[in-house]
């Protein structure tokens, strides 16, 4: 089954404000902000690969059947 929009915008999201996380953390002097959010960037990114990933996995099974 393909990525959903609705997951597709939720990770975004969670890539986006962390950038503003870390934006504001960078301005604020607040290194544990900063750090929080790099890693919500990563966590967007992870979950969008694993995403990714289950629809290629999908699309060589649907291939070999």
Do not use: C, H
């Not at 919500?40 to 290629?56: R, T, V």
């Amino acid at each position: 089954m393909p990525m959903s929009i609705v997951d597709k915008a939720k990770n975004k999201a969670e890539e986006v404000s962390g950038q503003a996380k870390e934006t504001v953390g960078e301005k604020t002097g607040d290194r544990d902000l900063q750090a929080e959010g790099r890693a919500d960037q990563s966590e967007g990114a992870m979950k969008q690969a694993g995403e990714k990933l289950k629809d290629a996995g999908g699309k060589v099974k649907d291939a070999l059947t």
